[in-house]
């Protein structure tokens, strides 16, 4: 299984990610929409992972025009490398042809329990609401901000919050697992429904449980 990253700004989860080598010869490659991130960069070709790197400022790209382009870019990446899935860390809305193309085959990380707090700004919604649990979600990107299919939840009460680190960081053991199902081809979807063959879903942190 080969898969790329769609990533924006810091990219911190992916930087993390990276630090840890884990299944590093299946990266297809890294896409950013930030050509100031010179620390992924160096990790990228530290580890022979092709990267690529676009700024909308010096494209003289906006709002739309922004969605389009990394679309775009992003199918075209996909299918030169072959890839079979993406995992998506990115703020642009993705649209067009990589859709239908690549259903269920994009994976985003949200940090919020969807449905609640869609959008950008997640913790904070959260937080400002009083919210008793924070979170992330992975789903499949649809059509809709926020709202395609759940893979995998992650959940930590609100009085646990000790910056946003400590909710996005979770993240990575949930990628880690995600990719571990998909290799195995545990993950199906069905009626508009993700299947996790022989998932365990007892109390926990994450749900499904990690089994890493």
Request: with cysteine; proline share 3%.
């Amino acid at each position: 299984m080969k898969y790329g990253f769609y990533v924006s700004d810091n990219a911190g989860r992916l930087k993390l990610f990276l630090q840890e080598t884990f299944d590093i010869e299946n990266i297809a490659f890294v896409l950013i929409d930030n050509t100031n991130n010179t620390e992924l960069a160096l990790k990228c070709k530290q580890l022979d992972i092709p990267f690529y790197q676009y700024s909308y400022s010096e494209l003289g790209l906006k709002y739309k025009a922004q969605n389009r382009f990394i679309s775009a870019k992003l199918l075209e990446l996909l299918e030169l490398t072959k890839s079979d899935y993406c995992f998506v860390f990115g703020n642009r809305i993705l649209e067009g042809d990589l859709m239908t193309r690549y259903k269920n085959k994009l994976i985003n990380f949200h940090p919020s329990i969807l449905p609640a707090f869609k959008g950008l700004n997640a913790i904070d919604q959260a937080l400002e609401n009083n919210a008793l649990l924070l979170g992330n979600t992975a789903h499949f990107i649809n059509e809709y901000v926020d709202s395609g299919i759940v893979i995998m939840q992650s959940i930590i009460p609100a009085q646990q919050f000790d910056g946003f680190d400590s909710v996005l960081n979770l993240q990575i053991p949930m990628l880690k697992q995600i990719i571990n199902w998909l290799k195995a081809g545990r993950i199906t979807v069905k009626n508009e429904k993700t299947i996790i063959e022989n998932a365990d879903f007892q109390k926990d942190t994450f749900f499904p449980n990690l089994e890493l």
